[in-house]
């Protein structure tokens, strides 16, 4: 067996080390109150909603009933990523000859602000997961750009990468904003210089891959319209307007009571966000019946308060920033399904290095540091092979981290999740990358469009 061959096959080995080492640590799979509600879900005891996106209670319930273990879900996250990490390592190497970098690839796996989430059930670490396989996807692409391969398997690395992204929309509606820049590194990976029609029908397959499913589970599954979006207008009414205004809003008096009392309440308690579960008195339907009346009183109100309403969304985007909170989930929350962790020492151990890490190196859990590392990476991606990729992670970030500013429920660090993991990766990209060769440019008319048996433009780096 070749040399170069053996040291995949090695990076392989410590990927699925790693990879058991995480199941083990994070057995049964750490469950929040929100992890917990879409359990219920997947197992049918309480019925499927739209608070949360859907698909990931299907997929939970699927995974139920081909393995019989709710616990299924938290080994497929750590394959997803370890499987990811080792696939962008293999390229690497490929691309560097540096196995120093391939192995620091695979080591972002066990990065602090990575590991925290990784078994972690939620919506915000299987969309970062999902971009993270489409980024696996892209360099696949990136590094068979220079060799003939035949059309069918360009296409097919295609469809994998919009399938990866459409779960990540699908699971984390605001993950859109984040996902269109993969998607373009994505064609440029595969085709180097896509043409119009390229563009069009890549775009087309990205559409499908994310309408079909959502129609397929509004008619097949149909989930309980929860109007879960009104849950932010409430944010923005009980702190931007007054309590006399309030009193004074035309709404149905039940709403009228319900605002004001939750204004005084987030006044008292000192709540600058999530109102509805901090100050707000929940009505047996939730948000279903008031929030036509909320998203009326919103039109009408915000529009006249522009200036608190930004003073407001600044505020709270500043706390994103430079007061990130919950950097560590602790194992399962309480719960009534006797669901605890399997390892409680395990846990405790994480739990140190983590926790301890907010400690001694707090800004690698603060937003301002991958927020400021996301727009350095944009602006200056370098100029060797991982320029075009570097670029797109940053804008990636930047756009995921911003797209927060008019919707942010909360301070979490699970907001700023990927932008992490994307920005850990653009740097190590952006440091290997110094001393390789930028892809040569593409002929004039040589696309794909042409002929897609034509050779792509050789991906210049070095072996």
């Known amino acids: 067996m070749p040399r170069a061959q053996r040291w995949v096959w090695g990076l392989a080995a410590v990927a699925a080390v790693c990879c058991l080492g995480t199941i083990l640590v994070f057995a049964p799979g750490y469950l929040s109150p929100d992890s917990l509600d879409q359990l219920r879900q997947a197992r049918g005891q309480t019925p499927l909603t739209d608070w949360h996106p859907p698909v990931l209670s299907l997929v939970w319930r699927a995974l139920i009933a081909v393995t019989g273990s709710f616990a299924s879900m ?12 080792w696939v962008l390592a293999w390229r690497v190497w490929e691309l560097t000859a540096s196995r120093a970098g391939s192995l620091a690839v695979l080591g972002l796996g066990a990065a602090p602000f990575v590991l925290t989430f ?47 992204l459409a779960y990540a929309m699908l699971v984390r509606k605001n993950a859109f904003v984040a996902a269109i820049p993969v998607f373009v590194m994505l064609v440029l990976a595969l085709w180097g210089a896509p043409g119009r029609r390229t563009w069009v029908t890549c775009t087309a397959a990205l559409v499908a891959a994310l309408v079909v499913p959502a129609v397929a589970i509004s008619l097949f599954a149909r989930p309980l319209q929860t109007k879960q979006g009104a849950q932010i207008m409430i944010d923005d009414l009980v702190h931007v307007l007054k309590v006399d205004e309030l009193r004074s809003a035309d709404v149905p008096p039940g709403l009228r009571d319900r605002l004001v009392a939750a204004a005084q309440e987030c006044r008292r308690v000192g709540a600058l966000s999530d109102a509805y579960w901090a100050c707000y008195e929940r009505p047996a339907d939730g948000l279903r019946g008031d929030s036509d009346e909320i998203t009326s009183l919103w039109l009408r109100e915000m529009s006249g308060h522009v200036p608190h309403y930004l003073q407001y969304r600044l505020r709270l985007f500043a706390s994103l920033l430079f007061e990130t909170g919950y950097p560590y989930h602790p194992g399962v929350s309480r719960n009534d399904l006797g669901i605890e962790v ?3 020492r395990l846990e405790d151990m994480l739990d140190t290095y983590v926790t301890g890490m907010t400690t001694d190196v707090r800004w690698l859990f603060r937003g301002w540091f991958w927020l400021a590392v996301a727009l350095v990476l944009a602006i200056r991606p370098g100029k060797g092979t991982f320029s075009m990729p570097v670029r797109a992670l940053g804008i990636s970030s930047a756009a995921y981290i911003l797209g927060y500013l008019p919707i942010m429920p909360a301070t979490n660090f699970r907001y700023v999740y990927w932008p992490a993991l994307a920005c850990s990766l653009g740097l190590l990209l952006l440091w290997l990358g110094r001393h390789t060769a930028p892809p040569r440019p593409a002929s004039p008319g040589a696309t794909a469009d042409r002929t897609l048996t034509a050779r792509q433009p050789a991906d210049t780096g070095g072996q």
């Open 118 to 164: 990784v078994g972690v059930v939620w919506k915000d670490v299987h969309a970062a997961f999902a971009l993270l396989a489409t980024c696996a996807v892209a360099f696949t692409g990136l590094r068979l750009r220079d060799r003939r391969v035949r059309p069918a398997v360009r296409w097919g690395l295609l469809w994998l990468g919009v399938l990866f």
């Open 342 to 344: 399997a390892h409680p």
């Open 74 to 85: 938290a080994v497929l996250q750590s394959v997803v990523l370890w499987a990811a990490l």
